[in-house]
């Protein structure tokens, strides 16, 4: 038999191993992983010396900002990433049905590659009512903010209880981002009556006890509600205490983090001014040590990358500066050179992480989230030796500036697979706009 596609030499990565086998891909899908090294192709590709991982799946995404549908997909699969969950808001006033249908026409118009979406509520009591009907077009979790009152966004426990009891009950799962926040619009009042320097004093407008406050409220509201929680974007060491105290009991919550906490300190930005401002904001190197003894232990389930670039400069005001920061395309190679090469994590443990880990707790496994026979040809190659660093030159995010802008990595992606067809291939891009499809969730039923 020839293969559309065959890749030979690779080192296959599993959650539970590595193997040395042949990918035979015919069509979109994996057909025959096999240590026969006859396998013949229309197109054979050599991946030895390279790892092969299974597509990344990056559960945390918005396309609303300095990249769109199209763009965030291209800046993502350069990155390894061939799936985006991305975050369809609606804003107050506006219906959380429409803004979903809406999502799901413009990315199959736009979209290299595939993506599923959660729904994201600001105007909850109201905006809750939809949620039955949202789940009949394949959208099963749904985000709500415990912060940002003074900007509109923040669901009280009134609303945001509704909205778990509505979601437990059709099954699915709300993610919470997770700080107290009236106490921190509390705090940020009273800095500014200090006239306070705001990057100097960063790490008090976001503080590690407020977010440990908030996951445990919010989870312990959805289990009232009988509804599993996932907790984005942890930061912090008081966070993950809160975390190990709920899942020791077997409450079911899941558990997120992202690279710029991973690899990053507030001490380290602090001289990039609002370049570095990201909600929760990114903390301490005792907070970043201990982001990745919970990653080893398993305490986190999933690395998000939260890609939400703004439009701003290391120069702008401090206090007036947006939130979000580019990262999906970082993101796989930060993980692996301070994961793998700083001797935290294996290969394996990004193959659970970043892909099946995400695919089963998202609903959308097994077709996506790991390397086997009737999944989607879905894979990065990654060429563990490459050294190379990083720019906003060599970014493929409309962002002007990367938060990682200097470091030097270790390990770079050498070739993305969408669905059987090569995306990335080196420096190039080759993906085709609007051959995306949009998938269809069963998020909060997996329980590791």
């Not at 979406?117 to 959208?139: C, M, N, R, W, Y």
Request: net charge negative; proline share 4%.
């Amino acid at each position: 038999m020839q293969y559309d596609v065959v890749i030979h030499g690779g080192l296959i990565v599993y959650p539970e191993k590595t193997i040395r086998a042949e990918i035979g891909i015919q069509g979109t899908v994996i057909d025959r992983v096999s240590s026969d090294t006859s396998l013949k192709g229309k197109r054979e590709i050599d991946a030895e010396g390279c790892y092969v991982l299974p597509g990344i799946i990056d559960p945390h995404t918005h396309p609303v900002y300095l990249d769109d549908l199209d763009g965030l997909a291209r800046t993502a699969v350069c990155g390894g990433v061939t799936t985006v969950i991305h975050y369809a808001y609606a804003k107050p006033g506006q219906s959380l049905v429409q803004i979903i249908q809406e999502w799901i026409q413009d990315g199959m118009r736009v979209s290299c590659i595939d993506f599923a979406l959660h729904g994201g509520l600001f105007e909850t009591s109201k905006q809750a009512d939809e949620i039955p009907e949202a789940f009949g077009l394949g959208v099963t979790s749904f985000k709500v903010f415990m912060a940002y009152a003074k900007l509109g966004w923040m669901t009280d426990d009134y609303a945001m209880a509704k909205c778990m009891d509505i979601v437990g009950r059709q099954g699915g799962m709300v993610a919470v981002h997770a700080e107290t926040g009236l106490a921190i619009d509390y705090i940020m009042d009273r800095m500014l009556e200090e006239k306070a320097d705001f990057a100097e004093r960063f790490l008090e407008t976001s503080p590690d006890i407020a977010e440990a406050e908030g996951v445990f409220r919010a989870v312990y509201i959805g289990r009232l509600m009988h509804c599993p929680v996932y907790i984005p974007h942890i930061s912090s060491a008081e966070g993950l205490a809160v975390m190990r105290f709920l899942k020791d009991r077997g409450i079911h919550v899941y558990a997120e983090t992202c690279p710029q906490y991973l690899g990053l300190t507030w001490d380290a930005l602090k001289n990039r001014g609002p370049l570095g401002k990201v909600g929760p904001s990114i903390k301490t190197e005792d907070d970043r040590f201990a982001l990745w003894q919970a990653v080893r232990e398993g305490l986190i389930d999933t690395i998000g990358s939260d890609h939400a670039p703004k439009d701003k400069k290391a120069t702008d005001n401090f206090f007036e500066a947006p939130y979000g920061s580019p990262e999906v395309e970082t993101m796989l190679p930060v993980v692996w050179h301070y994961g793998v090469n700083g001797g935290y994590i294996t290969p394996n443990e990004i193959a659970a992480l970043m892909s099946e880990n995400t695919a089963r707790i998202m609903g959308i496994w097994p077709q996506k989230g790991r390397l086997d026979p009737g999944a989607d040809a879905d894979m990065v190659i990654f060429d563990p030796s490459c050294s190379w660093t990083v720019t906003s030159g060599n970014q493929h995010t409309n962002a002007t500036y990367s938060l990682f802008e200097g470091t030097e990595l270790l390990g770079r992606v050498s070739m993305v697979i969408s669905r059987g067809e090569l995306v990335v291939e080196g420096d190039e891009y080759l993906g085709i706009e609007g051959r995306g499809q949009f998938l269809s969730t069963r998020a909060g039923h997996w329980q590791g």
